[in-house]
Each structure stands twice: as C-alpha cells, then as structure tokens.
C-alpha cells in the first residue's frame, strides 16, 4: 500500500482525517490531569495503630510484632517497616512494582483479621493505600481571627466545626483520597477521682471501673404481648449530669456514690503535639490525592471549598482557613514553562527551516507535520491514560525536532528535484518514494531505541515511560505526515518555478571538503582511528559518578529537629517553639531582610518540622544558610536540619538521600554505634547533612514499677488489678464508652495529677484485706530510661541515619565513599551480631544503574538487528552504530561544559538522554548509507557513491539536525520551576547531536570508502581470497589425478 499515491488521489479524504485528528487532539487534552511528575509512589499500604498512654515497648510486643509476624504471609511484599512512638503506631507494607494493590488491600485485610486480638483499649488498626511519605496535594492552617489569634481553637466549641463542616466540606472534593486533620483532639469523658477520698472511703479502683463499664444499654430481644411484638431495651447508661450519682461500691452498709470521691467532663485527650502557622497557634490539615487525580483541578475545588467555609460557618465561628502550601502554583509555573518552551522550540525549528529554504511555503509544509504530530501524541496521552506532566510535555518538546526530520528530507528531496528541472507532479511523487525505505529505517530505529524504556521497572520506569511513549507517537505520526500530507501539500501549493537553492554552495564546497579530507587510505583510517579514539578517551575521562533523580528545587526552606527526649508539649511550646517563633518574627513582620512570606511550625510526638516560604523565592538559599548558621544556634537541647525542599515527593529530600540502617537486637548498643558513628559520617562526608531518624539514646525518662508479688497477695490484690490502678493514677483507665445520641467517646478514669514519683508512691489504694496501702508498699518504684520511640525493618530493630550529600554530590560518589572508608569504621562498633544497611536512595541508585546498563546494551542490539533486517548487510548496520560512540562522547562533553556555568549531576533522567540520543544521531548515517549503497546500484563507482551521498544528503543532515537542536535549546537555557527535572536530558542530546554532526560528515565518508582498491584493507581481503582460492585449485587438482569427480 502506497500512502503517498492514495493521498494524492484524495486529498479530500486527506483533508477530513486532518480535521477529525485535531478534534480528538483537542478534546484528549482537555480531559487529561494536570500534575507535575508522572506517578512515582511505589505500591505501599500503610496500617496505623494506636492504644492510648501506651509505652513504646508495649506497643511493640503486643501490637506490632503480632501482626508483622502474620503480615509476612502478604504476596507481593517486598519490605515491612514500622515506626512506633509512645501511643501510637504506623507500618509501612512495600510491595514489587507490579503488584495490584487492590488485591494487595484485600490481603492486608484479611490477615488483620488473623492477627492476635488486641488490647482492651487500644483502637483498631486503620488501613490505607499509601505510604507515610506519600506527598500532600495541599496543607491548610486553621486559626483564629485577628482580633483573637492566641484563642484555643481546641475548645468544645470548635469541635462541631472541624468534625462537621471542614473534614466533611474537604472530603467531597473530586480527587481528595484522604483528609488528614493532624491537630485533632478527640473529647473524652473524664473521670477525675480523689484518690486520697476514695481509699478513705474504702471504695476499691477496679470497684470504680467495674460499675462505670457495667453501665451500659443493652439490648434484651424481642417480646410478645397479646397481638404485639415489643422491642425489650435494657437502659443502664447514665447520661453525663447523672452519672455522678452511680453507685460505685457499697461501705458498711453505705452507698457510695460516684460523686462523692470524682467529677465528671467531657474534655479534650491530652495534646501530644502543637503547630503555628506564622507565629499563631492553628489546626493542621493535609489533603492527599488519588494517583491518576488532577492536582490543578484539585486545588481549584479545594479554593472554591475554602471560600465557602471562610463565608460562612467559619466566618461565625471566628476562624479563617487558607492554604498554606499550594502544589497547583509549582505545577502551573512549570507546565507553563515547558509549554513556552515547547512554543518557543517551534519558532525557532521554522526560522531555521526558513534559513535553508529561503521559500515561505516549503517552510509551511514542512512546519504542517508539528501540529498533526502533536495532536496524535495528545490522543495517545489519553489513550495510554496519562497525565500531562512536566516529563510528558518535555517529551513533546523534544520531539519537535524530531518531528521535522522526516517532513525535512521529503521536502527537501521534492525541491531537489524540482530544482533540477523535473515537473512538479513527478517530483513529488518520486521524491516522497525515493526516501521512504531510509525514513521507514530511521523511524522504526528511533521507536526501537524506546523499547528498552518501556521495559524499566520501578520508580524511573514510571517516569520515564511518559517521554518514551509521547517521542515514539510523535516521531510515528510524523513519518505518516511526511508522505501524506507533505507530498499533497506540495503539489497544491509548491509554485511551478524552478527554484535555485540559495545555499547549494554551501553543499557543494562541503562535499569537496570532505572528499579532499578523505581521499587517500592514510586520511580514511586517520580519521576513523583518530575519531573512535578521542571519543573513548572523552567518554573514559568525563564519565561522572552516577545521581538518583534530578533535585527540582522548591521554594521553601525545611527544618528537621532533633527535640530533645521526652519533653512535653507545653514544655515544648515555651522553651523551643517561642523560641523559633521570636528569632523569626524580624524576618516574618518585614522588619529585617530577607523577608518571611509564610511559615509553618509543628511538633507532632518525636517529629518536629519548620516550613518556611521566602517572599521572595531567589532567597530560598539565603534562608538555609541563615536556618544553617546562628539563626537557629543555642536551642536548648536541640539540633536543627535545614535544607532546601523538593518538588520531588519521592523519600526525604527529593530522592537523594541515603539512609544507613543499623540492625540488631541490642537496641542500646545500636544507639551507641549510632552516636559514634555521628562524627565517623561527618568527617567522611564534610558538608553533608547528617541526621538520626530517631533518638540515638535510651533517654526518654522511664518509671519502671516492679510488683511486690507476695505483698500483693497478702492484702488480697492482684497484679492486675494494681496494674489497673496505676493506669488510673498516670494516663488514665479505659473504662468504657459513651454514646450521646450522636457520637461516642472513650471514658477514662484518673486521678489528680502528681509531680514527682515519691508522690505516685505515697498514692493510696483500697485493699480487700488491709485497708488503705501506698503504691510504695505494694510495689518497687525504679528511675530508668528507655526508648523515645522504637523502628523495626524486616521485623528487626533499626536505628536509621540519613545522609544527604552536599548538592555538588551525588549519590554514587556518596555511597562508595560511605562505603569505602566510613563503613569499616561503622562496623567495627557495631554490636555483635548487627548488620548495616544502605537504604533509601542507595539500593534504588543500584537497582537503577543495572537496569540501565541492562537497557542501554539492550537498546543497541535492537538498533543492530532492526538495521540488519533493512539493510540486509551486517556490515552496513555496523557502519550506522559507529556513529555511537560520537555522540556519547559530545554528550558527556556538553554535560562537562554545563558544569562550568551551572552544576548537572548524570541523574537517571540524564541517562535516558544517552539512550534517546542513539536513536536520534543513527540517522544521518543511516541516510549516507542508503544514498551511497543506491547509488552504487544505478553503476556508480564506491567513490562517486559516497560523493553523491553526501553532495545529496548534506542539506538534509544539516537542516533536520539543526532544527531538533534548536527545538530542544529553549528546554537547556531557560531556567524556571521544574527546569532542572529535564535540563541534564537536553544538554546530553544537544550536545551529543553537535558533536555529532560536527563529524559524521568525515567519519562516514571515510568507513564508506574503506576497501577501495589500493586500500590496504582492501589488499588484505584480495589477499585472503587468493589464498582461498589457490587453495580450492589445488583440491580440485589432487582430486583429479586420484579420479575423484569435482
């Protein structure tokens, strides 16, 4: 089927199919979600326990290890980890790349319930998809209004407001998975008893709890009385104003009631964290998203939403609401940035068009293969249901180059024979047919080399499958336009005249050049030896160490601490969070510069963090030099991180950060390898921020009560029921629920707060056989310290230390110099019997370096074979691939040149340049071969083959590889949000397609001509065919003097 002949003969056709693709074009684009990265989360379902007043201990050997041991079984898993702080606890289950997670969800579920059943008052698990570093859509500050901006908004009063209008109002909004309200303090009924009274009375702790949790509505079935069936309802429940009236224990013949030794509120849990936005006390709220959700459409609800709630409820409750971090404003700028690049890459293909024609129209025409083109890659964006993100869109912007290439050598091919004086319609169809076998190789070359990117797994495969499959539609539907539309365009509006080539003296003096630079053997094999030799010696000489991901630098500031351990919340407040508070306040309020446009300050359990946006973002790393230096010095006890924040929500620091994971089951002598290993890391890595995940000492205060067993047994306790007393006396005994109508709350029993342990001590407590005893009689009350918090990897205990290399660093550099000199010294203070990991983006960057060198040599094997199969010649197919080793070395040298002016690590996106690149500078060579391999078919000598091919093909090379540069120069030198993603990918195929061309117009040439007579390779090869020959005559011979048929 000749397309371009059908095409002639029903332009009509032609012309319908051109509109009903940019319809389908239009409306694919309009439906796609906008977002700034391609999915990268990696399959995780997280699971989050949580059991009041719990000890970090406890948590562990009641909650987590039972269910890590029955989770294990889940198919799929690839990693578990849990975190567990005092009260609460989250795991993390990580799964291979190709798992369904909804299955996976299934799975979790169902081996939940299998697990060991939990404690009396501790929650039931909540399971999510989604791990704990998923990013957040968006962050909201709730706070008070101005006149009243230190008010509690955890009273009672605002709880309707946060349970009812905001989290429901939030929730609705198309996209939103999951509504995290961060600052939530549930009420609780509050028991408050007198101890002091209560064992003066004689009233026994578990006599308190027993009649407190018998008091309940239970439903007693069903009745029939004469002609009707009644519903039978037990009503035990008190209602709050009566339940102080309870009998709780019977003295002496006396009631006691419950009045009479407690009260009774409903009151908020105790505050286990604080946040302030700009200085002021407020309510954190995080919103996250589904994958394939539309951030932009996203946030513009969420605004909408916000309006409405600061119009009305809000405004009469006497709060505001406003986002404090909005992902939608980082997206915009940086699809609209690519967007001008993509616009202005365009323009600047046509003006160099335009250059070499000279003629408005053929510019035209050639130009009419962009828009097609695009729209084709827009239908596959939905078709393949992806996001228009910043990779995708790059992707189309590096195709417009590309685009042009196969409308180029059409176009030109027509000219060319118009120019020499063939009529129009004859020129148009023999110019479109003559190229098509080469355009034909080229392109199925260019989707080959793709292939290999398709096939990558884990986090880059994700990304980079974006900008395999918009450059392959493209670079398809370009060749499709080029011998469709560009020959039907010709023909309608190409003008009659024979039109002189205004540059064919350009040609011409380069075809005599390059054949006086290669005309004898000593030249030819000069330059291929010369050329294959500084392009190894480039290649072994400039080749960097390897990077995880580009930094994509946000414009904000984030501040890791280091709180110190076991601080309570108010503490907290007065003595660190003020602190912060008053050294930015100059900066906040505009009095000192650089100026403060926003921050947030939270402290949630062990986790403290600083947000900080800069007013204006080109202070962004004045603001981490000011956090870094005496700004943030003299905290007590505390130790601060800062760094500049990533657009990447992919680990801690956008993905360049490397984790040291010391395992074991000592977990004080993992501290203490940890604390040695503090200094060992920052004197191995100067520069670098190095930071514990968790506290590096069992210095969480601890009071150990250790029960006097015999003691207890002989006033007639238990040690559970001296346990529950306890409880009662410090965070308070789980006695039951209750239910208002509406909702239902926990309630505990507690008594007064005490100051110190000899107090706890001398707390008296109603025994069966000996009246009134103290703690201190029944129990032995021990000081220690232990664990603020507890980490578990593969179900072994873990202290992690981050590391993020300097930002002239990479990750390869980093982790063999931890490796090599740090790690020696690591292991020789690591406990007995522990190990060290290297995690985070240190096991990524390996399995991703393998898998691109796997893909690389994969990708040049396609390129050989498919070139074998159209050129039929072994030997041709390795005349294209020596083109290779030019542009990796042009390549690496324009990365080495980037590096003068603006630091480019080799990150993985960089890499994908070097496999693109192979596709893209195969094809000149592969138009040189074609040329010179037909002409030698019409009778022409090697020599007059290999000059008409490049007196032939040398406008073409030059226009179709300066109009792909020029397309793809916008993405290198203009700078902007999210430029940094994809301006490493650019320099590489730049740079590689300069050097390129600067050289395949000697080296091709010179390969080509290779074997001439004369040529001493040529004489080797008469050489061993004579001897070949010589040698079959003499057999034959022999066989017929011994009268053997031959």
Same mark, same amino acid.
């Given at each position: 089927?000749?397309?371009?002949?059908?095409?002639?003969?029903? +332009?009509?056709?032609?012309?319908?199919?051109?509109?009903?693709?940019?319809?389908? $074009?239009?409306?694919?684009?309009?439906?796609?979600?906008?977002?700034?990265?391609?999915?990268?989360?990696?399959?995780?379902?997280? %699971?989050?326990?949580?059991?009041?007043? #719990?000890?970090?201990?406890?948590?562990?050997?009641?909650?987590? !290890?039972?269910?890590?041991?029955?989770?294990?079984?889940?198919?799929?898993?690839?990693?578990?980890?849990?975190?567990?702080?005092?009260?609460?606890?989250?795991?993390?289950?990580?799964?291979?790349?190709? =798992?369904?997670?909804?299955?996976?969800?299934?799975?979790?579920?169902?081996?939940?319930?299998?697990?060991? +059943?939990?404690?009396?008052?501790? $929650?039931?698990?909540?399971?999510?998809?989604?791990?704990?570093?998923?990013?957040?859509?968006?962050?909201?500050?709730?706070?008070?209004?101005?006149?009243? /901006?230190?008010?509690?908004?955890?009273?009672?009063? *605002?709880? *309707?407001?946060?349970?009812?209008?905001?989290?429901?109002?939030?929730?609705?909004?198309?996209?939103?998975?999951?509504?995290?309200?961060?600052?939530?303090?549930? &009420?609780?009924?509050?028991?408050? &008893?007198?101890?002091?009274?209560?064992?003066?009375?004689?009233?026994?702790?578990?006599?308190?709890?027993?009649?407190?949790?018998?008091?309940?509505?239970?439903?007693?079935?069903?009745?029939?009385?004469?002609?009707?069936?009644? =519903?039978?309802?037990?009503?035990?429940?008190?209602?709050?104003? !009566?339940?102080?009236?309870?009998?709780?224990?019977?003295?002496?013949?006396? +009631?006691?009631?419950?009045?009479?030794?407690?009260?009774?509120?409903?009151?908020? @849990?105790?505050?286990?964290?604080?946040?302030?936005?700009?200085?002021?006390?407020?309510?954190?709220?995080?919103?996250?998203?589904?994958?394939?959700?539309?951030?932009?459409? %996203?946030?513009?609800?969420?605004?909408?939403?916000?309006?409405? /709630?600061?119009?009305?409820?809000?405004?009469?409750?006497?709060?505001?609401?406003?986002?404090?971090?909005?992902?939608?404003? *980082?997206?915009?700028?940086?699809?609209?940035?690519?967007?001008?690049?993509? $616009?202005? $890459?365009?323009?600047?293909?046509?003006?160099?068009?335009?250059?070499?024609?000279?003629?408005?129209?053929?510019?035209?025409?050639?130009?009419?293969?962009?828009?097609?083109?695009?729209?084709?890659?827009?239908?596959?964006?939905?078709?393949?249901?992806?996001?228009?993100?910043?990779?995708?869109? #790059?992707?189309?912007?590096? #195709? @417009?180059?590309?685009?042009?290439?196969?409308?180029i050598i059409v176009q030109e091919n027509i000219v060319r024979y118009r120019q020499n004086g063939m009529a129009l319609q004859e020129a148009v169809v023999k110019g479109s047919e003559q190229v098509q076998g080469a355009l034909f190789a080229s392109t199925v070359t260019t989707i080959a080399i793709f292939l290999p990117i398709l096939f990558l797994e884990g986090m880059e495969g994700q990304m980079f499958s974006d900008l395999a499959i918009t450059l392959s539609v493209s670079v398809v539907a370009s060749l499709v336009a080029a011998i469709t539309i560009v020959p039907v365009a010709s023909r309608l509006w190409l003008k009659d005249s024979k039109q002189h080539d205004p540059c064919e003296h350009w040609w011409e003096n380069i075809t005599t050049w390059v054949m006086n630079w290669t005309n004898n053997s000593f030249k030819r094999h000069a330059w291929v030896g010369g050329l294959m030799a500084m392009s190894l010696a480039i290649v072994l000489l400039l080749m960097p160490k390897a990077d995880f991901l580009p930094p994509a630098k946000a414009d904000a500031v984030q501040v890791f601490f280091n709180a110190p351990p076991g601080v309570t919340t108010e503490v907290y407040e007065k003595e660190i969070g003020k602190v912060i508070v008053d050294r930015l306040r100059p900066y906040m309020e505009h009095e000192q510069e650089p100026y403060i446009k926003g921050y947030n300050l939270s402290m949630f359990g062990t986790n403290s963090i600083l947000y900080l946006y800069p007013l204006n973002p080109e202070d962004t790393e004045l603001f981490v030099e000011l956090l870094s230096g005496d700004l943030l010095k003299g905290i007590p006890d505390t130790i601060a991180f800062p760094s500049r924040a990533s657009l990447l929500g992919v680990g801690n620091n956008g993905g360049r950060s490397i984790t040291i994971n010391l395992q074991g089951s000592d977990i004080s002598g993992l501290m203490q390898a940890a604390r040695e290993s503090m200094p060992i890391l920052q004197q191995t890595l100067p520069g670098a921020m190095v930071r514990p995940m968790s506290g590096l000492s069992l210095s969480e205060p601890e009071l150990q009560i250790i029960p006097n067993e015999h003691r207890i047994s002989e006033v007639g306790l238990t040690s559970r029921a001296l346990a529950s007393a306890i409880r009662s006396f410090t965070g308070g005994l789980f006695v039951g629920e209750y239910f208002d109508g509406n909702n239902r709350y926990n309630m505990i029993l507690r008594s007064e707060a005490w100051q110190n342990p000899d107090q706890l001590a001398a707390l008296p407590i109603a025994t069966p056989l000996a009246g009134a005893q103290t703690i201190g009689s029944l129990a032995i009350i021990k000081r220690t310290v232990g664990p603020s918090n507890i980490q578990r990897v593969d179900g072994q205990k873990t202290i992690s230390i981050m590391v993020l290399p300097t930002a002239h660093m990479t990750v390869e550099e980093a982790l063999d110099t931890l490796r090599n000199i740090a790690g020696p010294q690591i292991r020789q203070v690591l406990p007995e019997g522990a190990a060290i990991q290297y995690k985070g983006s240190a096991d990524r960057l390996e399995s991703a370096l393998g898998d691109m060198l796997n893909n690389f040599l994969l990708a040049i094997l396609i390129l050989f074979l498919m070139m074998a199969a159209i050129f039929k010649s072994m030997k041709d197919s390795l005349l294209v691939l020596s083109v290779m080793p030019l542009a990796l070395a042009g390549g690496l040298l324009a990365l080495k040149l980037l590096n003068l002016v603006s630091y480019q690590s080799l990150d993985m996106l960089t890499m994908i340049g070097f496999i693109i690149l192979l596709g893209l500078v195969v094809n000149n060579a592969i138009l040189l071969v074609s040329q010179t391999r037909e002409g030698e078919n019409q009778g022409l000598s090697r020599l007059d083959a290999v000059r008409q091919a490049v007196r032939v093909r040398a406008r073409p090379v030059y226009m179709s590889t300066l109009t792909s540069i020029f397309g793809m120069l916008p993405l290198l030198v203009i700078p902007g949000v999210g430029s940094d993603i994809y301006r490493g990918l650019a320099t590489v195929i730049i740079g590689g397609m300069v050097f390129s061309l600067l050289f395949t117009l000697l080296l091709m040439p010179s390969l080509l001509q290779l074997g001439q007579a004369g040529d001493w390779v040529y004489r080797l090869n008469q050489f061993f065919k004579s001897k070949l020959s010589f040698n079959e005559g003499q057999d034959i011979t022999t066989a017929q003097k011994n009268g053997v048929k031959t």
């Open positions: 089927m000749n397309l371009t002949r059908i095409s002639l003969k029903n +332009p009509a056709s032609l012309a319908v199919m051109l509109a009903l693709i940019t319809l389908f $074009g239009y409306m694919a684009i309009k439906d796609r979600p906008i977002q700034l990265l391609p999915n990268l989360a990696q399959p995780q379902i997280s %699971i989050f326990n949580n059991w009041r007043a #719990a000890a970090p201990a406890e948590m562990e050997s009641n909650i987590i !290890e039972p269910q890590e041991t029955i989770l294990r079984r889940t198919p799929g898993l690839k990693e578990i980890t849990s975190n567990i702080n005092r009260g609460f606890t989250n795991t993390t289950l990580t799964f291979e790349q190709d =798992t369904d997670l909804q299955q996976a969800f299934i799975n979790v579920i169902n081996n939940l319930n299998q697990a060991p +059943p939990l404690p009396v008052d501790a $929650g039931e698990p909540f399971v999510a998809v989604g791990g704990q570093g998923q990013p957040n859509v968006a962050s909201i500050q709730v706070y008070t209004q101005k006149d009243n /901006l230190d008010a509690d908004y955890t009273s009672e009063k *605002y709880e *309707y407001v946060f349970d009812e209008v905001i989290e429901p109002r939030l929730a609705r909004i198309p996209g939103v998975s999951r509504v995290n309200m961060n600052s939530r303090r549930p &009420f609780e009924v509050r028991i408050n &008893f007198d101890p002091y009274q209560a064992a003066a009375l004689g009233v026994p702790i578990n006599s308190i709890s027993q009649s407190i949790a018998s008091a309940t509505d239970v439903s007693a079935g069903f009745a029939d009385v004469g002609r009707r069936q009644y =519903t039978v309802r037990f009503l035990g429940q008190h209602n709050l104003e !009566e339940l102080g009236t309870m009998i709780v224990a019977w003295v002496q013949g006396r +009631p006691i009631q419950l009045n009479e030794i407690a009260t009774v509120e409903k009151v908020p @849990v105790d505050g286990f964290g604080m946040n302030r936005r700009n200085g002021y006390p407020s309510y954190y709220i995080t919103l996250q998203s589904g994958s394939d959700s539309n951030t932009v459409a %996203i946030l513009d609800e969420v605004n909408v939403a916000l309006k409405e /709630l600061n119009e009305g409820p809000l405004d009469e409750a006497g709060l505001i609401i406003e986002l404090s971090y909005d992902s939608s404003v *980082y997206i915009r700028r940086a699809i609209e940035l690519v967007k001008n690049n993509l $616009g202005l $890459g365009v323009m600047l293909s046509i003006a160099v068009l335009f250059f070499f024609l000279r003629d408005r129209r053929s510019t035209l025409i050639i130009a009419t293969s962009i828009p097609v083109s695009l729209m084709v890659s827009f239908m596959a964006l939905k078709v393949f249901d992806l996001s228009l993100n910043v990779i995708s869109l #790059a992707g189309l912007a590096f #195709a @417009v180059g590309l685009i042009l290439d196969a409308a």
